[in-house]
């Protein structure tokens, strides 16, 4: 497109490195360079039965250290807590019983609670399905199908515990709501079955939609609840990952071990746990203690 005949040029590792560097220095853009890459790699595929070069293993390596000089450190979403979490139900359920909730407002507590107890991602939690949810031990255990990347046998699952000694029963709750969304489901004229489904007043009648309630709506009153709740963190650092950030930090700092947690985040492995986790000070210098012992 810009003139230049690309099949006279040799085509190998080095000179595409060259032409990478050549880049770096033209647009100080890591992003260009990934772009060059996809770029030549769609040309090679179309054009050749020989291995890629931007495929090499060199080439690769490249890439990684160039990258490394672009990384900056990770906007973490805020880890909220078990006590954070319930200061926003009370404000959301006032001086309402838990039974005489508007559907929308125990759609929200719920998916909050789930996503804090399962240490679920918002996409895994939101397709949930009814279908998906049975009974054990008082609780519940849910099945998760959509995620980044599951393992066999466990590692798709998660749970609800029945904890009565809480005021925000994670099982009561959940079986209120489980209750209540299959009502809705069954007055609306849809074939869906979602967990939490998305909503539509006709007539002043709320139906549920075959689609799950979206990100935005969640997140909106999550901010509201958070401001409202005057809980000490900026909203820029708050978003619905704060809830699987939160349960891994606290189950973490409570002595769950990491095997365990792993499997329960439903990741591959354990250098999982240490990313999301977040330590307190305190805990960092009982620690560090342990040297001059």
Known sequence: ????????????????????????????????????????????????????????????????????????????????????????????????????LSFVDLRFITFLLTSYSSFGRYEEVANLKIEDIYNEDEGFVLTFKKGKSYQYGESHIGVLSNLPRLKYNPARIFSLYLDKVALFHAKSNTKSDFLFPSLRKSSSVLHTLDKPVSYSVLLKKFK?????????????????????????????????????????????????????????????????????K
């Open 224 to 292: 509201f609840c958070v401001k409202e709740c005057k809980i000490k963190v900026g909203l820029s650092k708050v978003g619905l990952h704060s809830l699987r950030r939160g349960g891994v930090t606290y189950a973490v700092r409570a002595g769950a071990p990491h095997p365990v947690v792993a499997k329960c985040m439903r990741v591959k492995g354990e250098a999982m746990v240490g990313y999301y986790a977040t330590l307190t000070s305190k805990e960092l210098r009982s620690a560090s203690n342990l040297a001059f």
């Open 1 to 100: 497109m810009s003139g230049v005949n690309v099949e006279k040029f040799n085509f190998d590792f080095l000179f595409v490195c060259q032409f990478f560097l050549y880049r770096l220095q033209s647009t100080s853009s890591l992003s260009s360079i990934l772009s060059s890459r996809s770029a030549i790699s769609f040309y090679w595929k179309i054009h050749s039965s020989l291995p890629c070069p931007t495929e090499s293993n060199y080439v690769s390596l490249f890439i990684k250290g160039i990258s490394r000089k672009f990384k900056q450190i990770p906007n973490k979403a805020y880890a909220i807590s078990w006590a954070e979490l319930e200061s926003i139900f009370k404000f959301v359920v006032g001086d309402s019983e838990l039974e005489n």
